[in-house]
Structures are given as structure tokens and as C-alpha cells.
């Protein structure tokens, strides 16, 4: 076997064992929505993403739920959460990426929003602010 073809080979392992670790947005979305399903809600009624964080809400019987995740491994960070009938604030700390936060509990219609810090430089850094419509 030439060192070429041993090099194309490897490329073609790497790339199929790396694939599953970088979720797309669309992947993400189908991904939250099976946790969803799992979980006894209707379903994600929306969710969107802005520059390094994603949110998604789904109707519940009594009004909405509220959740995110970081696009980024954040070292130190936190994501407020606001809009009809909701006012949170995930824990302040390390968060890896794509890993959801609790889901925040809501009421109402409107619009809903979550917006991402990181803190690094001695101050916090605003990494994105996606809102859906509830």
C-alpha cells in the first residue's frame, strides 16, 4: 500500500468518526426535538440559533418551556432567559458545548429570548442573543 492511500484511508476514518461530534443547527434541532418527544411535550414549537447559542421552547399543557445550549465549550458563563411569563437564569460556571440547560418554565405569548455570556478578560462578553416566538 502506498503512503498516499494509507493517508486517503485514515482521512476517510477520521472524518467518519469526527462527523457525529459536530452537530449541525438542523441536527441540533432534530436532536431537541426527539429529547422533547421523549420528555411528553407537544413538540419544539420554536427554536433558533444566534452567533454561539441556541434556543428552543416547546408547549406545554399549562404554557411553554424554555431551554438552550452553548454552540462553544464557555469556561466560565450563563444564559438569562426572558419573555411572557418568564424571567431565569441558568447556573453561572463552565458549560460544555451543546449541552442543554434545565428547561425554564413560561406563560403566555410573545416572544421569548435567551442570551449567552462568557466571561473571560475580567468581563463578561454577550455571545449571542437568539429569540423565537411563542
Avoid at 426527539?34 to 427554536?47: E, K, M, R
Avoid at 432567559?81 to 463552565?94: H, I, M, R, V
Avoid at 454577550?126 to 411563542?134: A, E, H, K, R, T
Amino acid at each position: 500500500m502506498s503512503v498516499k492511500s494509507a493517508m486517503t484511508g485514515l482521512a476517510a476514518v477520521a472524518a467518519v468518526l469526527v462527523a457525529p461530534l459536530i452537530a449541525t443547527p438542523a441536527q441540533a434541532q432534530a436532536q431537541a426535538q426527539a429529547q422533547a418527544q421523549a420528555q411528553g411535550d407537544v413538540g419544539i414549537t420554536g427554536s433558533g440559533c444566534n452567533h454561539q447559542v441556541c434556543l428552543y421552547t416547546a408547549r406545554t399543557g399549562s404554557g411553554y418551556q424554555a431551554w438552550a445550549e452553548f454552540r462553544i465549550d464557555v469556561t466560565r458563563g450563563h444564559i438569562d432567559f426572558w419573555g411572557p411569563g418568564l424571567n431565569a437564569k441558568s447556573p453561572d460556571g463552565p458549560w460544555k458545548a451543546r449541552e442543554d440547560t434545565r428547561r425554564y418554565n413560561g406563560r403566555g405569548a410573545g416572544k421569548a429570548c435567551a442570551q449567552g455570556w462568557s466571561y473571560h478578560g475580567g468581563r463578561w462578553h454577550s455571545i449571542g442573543l437568539p429569540c423565537v416566538d411563542i
